[in-house]
């Protein structure tokens, strides 16, 4: 039986299904970013600029949750393999995944609020989001435009060095640092 919350050695399947689904997504969404605003055909943007409002709608609320579940399971702790300044660095480096996790979806959600082209964002067509409480100009989209761009590019630069860290730990260091997160709790660990 996998237990629902972190052990000292492992995190639980619910802490492995989110970290791994919100990671899906958030590549995922800067992969369609990158191509939506690129393609040429208007409709087809038109499109995935849609699918792309609705995915960030769902990360926010992913990331939310997940932010929250972390507050309530405590991580397990580094292997003793792990040196002092990595185990300093190291949840200054997830701080910052999560704010740009964070700051990303809602930089676009007031990018879509300020839009002079009022088109509602309707996640996967279920529902009309609100905009947020912002006034709408063309220099107000043009700032979260850029902001949004930015942190996209920001964001893509902390997921890879996560990634090369994940790595080494498991290539380099053969510590358990990153199955810990592929292989779930048991409930005797």
């Known amino acids: 039986m996998r237990p629902l919350t972190n052990t000292p050695t492992r ?3 619910a802490t492995i299904l ?3 689904l919100i990671a899906l997504i958030f590549i ?9 605003v690129r ?3 208007q409709r087809a943007a038109f499109e995935l600029i849609q699918l792309h409002k609705s995915f960030g709608f769902l990360l926010l609320g992913l990331i939310i949750l997940r932010i929250a579940w972390r507050l309530g399971n405590k991580a397990p702790p580094l292997p003793p393999s792990v040196g002092a300044l990595e185990r300093r660095t190291a949840p200054l ?3 910052a995944l999560y704010a740009f996790q964070l700051a990303l979806p809602l930089s676009g959600w007031a990018l879509v609020s300020v839009s002079t082209l009022e088109i509602p964002s309707m996640p996967f067509n279920l529902f ?3 905009n947020l409480p912002l006034i709408e100009s063309d220099a107000a989209e043009g700032f979260w435009a850029a902001v949004h761009w930015y942190l996209a590019y920001a964001g893509a630069a902390l997921v890879a060095l996560h990634v ?3 790595l080494r730990h498991h290539f380099l260091l053969r510590d358990q640092v990153l199955t810990r997160m592929i292989t779930p709790s048991s409930a005797g660990e």
């Open 18 to 20: 989110l970290h791994w």
């Open 128 to 130: 009309v989001m609100p």
């Open 11 to 13: 995190y639980s399947w």
């Open 39 to 41: 393609i040429e055909s």
């Open 93 to 95: 480096a997830h701080l």
């Open 28 to 36: 995922g969404q800067l992969v369609l970013g990158f191509v939506m």
């Open 164 to 166: 090369a860290a994940a």
